[in-house]
DNA sequence: AGTATACAAGAACAAGTGTTCGGTGTCAAG
DNA sequence: CTTGACACCGAACACTTGTTCTTGTATACT
């Protein structure tokens, strides 16, 4: 069993917390000469000798006579995770950081039971605050920024476990099969509904999936699929 | 409006690449020879030349007489996604940046209809692999590792919406109030079920959701309540 | 033909950045 | 008291990296 070591000097702990503030706000790693300035270390040798101390403890890698060759390494984000401020503050500044690579479009609410009005411009116009971002592992296959959500309004997609309240998360798509719970847009109305979609001929039902609510029934031309329901997402707390 | 802008030229479109390649793969942006290395560009000054133009373009920031001052705007990211391949990638590499930051384990399969074994020791163990991830905005005030996740096995909470395959999100607590839905460990059986939780004096119920089945009653000293569900999850596609 | 602009290139220079050298002080162990 | 390890420090140096200078070619416009 490894034996205990020695716990960092509270230079190189100091050391460590400014490489990680600084790359929150940084697309790189500070200078040797920051890392001095930021520190109260006046001589980049000292600066340089605690990095070294660093590497050893496998806490930091560093590249060989490269400018700003540094690297955190998973063991140094464990070690500042115990004395840095709550990890909620680290989990936001990341969220933040991965909503911007690539986000979900979080519109208004979609009712359920009635169409609602989205607005002319599909899916384009979102808050930017409203963006929520998920998992690739949740995600299928595809692009990302097919992607968009809605809000439920309503209960009437309740037989199929969607609530009202509940964030529907939808692939972009224009052609629905039978069965598929989609989001469509009624161009005579100028709104938006979520239900199952079935092609019956010179018609088109829109089906709740509640006992105590009928189906819609649409002109084929007058409808527009916008999107399949991908994942249901439930805040119960 | 604006003017139509002039298309980027092949080199400027490969320097971006470039950039953009070398920040998946480094914490750090790459140096003026580095760029003029990877793409063909024999002299210093025409990679300064062309990174001036990007930055009047609006696709790059630099900073002056900083090594390695190079970013990379919103804008040119998108520009970039034009294309690259397939946003897949770039999502799933952010994902795994951001997993790495924060993670919520993903156990094995929770039977809500029967208790299934767990492990003794609680949410400590899992794979790597099986973490997702999720927004800030998703989660309610608190630490992030308080959380974990299980993925449901059986119908009895069919009633709560929460269907079998489905994933809950957990908060990590030891407390539950009546109608609170809840893993509890059976400590008799070493077992973890999730149910509705109530305390009824001498014994707890622990309620499913489904007309079809029984509640579970247990002596209050061999049940410990593990979390408590705060939100659901579910893959439709 | 002349001018302006865009793009290119090598070379030199300026500034930034990492590494090494020689030295000092403290502390624990022998 | 001596020695060795550790930590620290200023200065100098070595190398990396960004910027500028000068020259050249091609194209478009007047």
């Known amino acids: 069993m490894k034996k205990r070591e020695k716990p960092l000097s509270e230079r190189q702990v100091s050391i460590l917390r400014y490489i990680w503030s600084y790359l929150q706000e940084n697309t790189r790693p500070p200078?040797?000469?920051?890392?001095?300035?930021?520190?109260?270390?006046?001589s980049t040798s000292v600066v340089n000798y605690n990095l070294t101390k660093l590497t050893e403890r496998g806490l930091l890698e560093r590249e060989a006579e490269v400018s700003r060759g540094l690297r955190l390494t998973e063991k140094a984000m464990h070690e500042i995770g115990q004395v840095t401020e709550a990890v909620a503050a680290v989990v936001e500044n990341v969220m933040e950081t991965a909503v911007r690579m690539v986000r979900v479009p979080l519109l208004g609410n979609i009712v359920a039971g009635e169409p609602i009005e989205v607005g002319n411009?599909?899916?384009?116009?979102?808050?930017?605050?409203?963006?929520?971002?998920l998992s690739a592992t949740m995600l299928p296959m595809g692009k990302a920024d097919e992607l968009f959500a809605l809000r439920v309004s309503g209960e009437s997609m309740i037989d199929a476990m969607v609530n009202d309240g509940d964030i529907v998360v939808m692939k972009q798509q224009q052609m629905a099969k039978n069965g598929d719970m989609v989001a469509v847009w009624l161009n005579s109305s100028d709104t938006t509904t979520l239900k199952y979609f079935f092609h019956e001929g010179n018609r088109v039902r829109l089906q709740p999936a509640n006992p105590t609510m009928d189906p819609i029934f649409v002109d084929p031309n007058d409808v527009r699929v916008q999107g399949k329901v991908m994942m249901v997402l439930r805040n119960t707390a």
Do not use: H
């Not at 200078?31 to 006046?42: K, L, Q, V």
């Open 31 to 42: 200078t040797i000469r920051e890392i001095g300035s930021a520190t109260d270390i006046s």
């Open 121 to 133: 411009n599909d899916f384009s116009t979102y808050d930017e605050d409203d963006a929520l971002e």
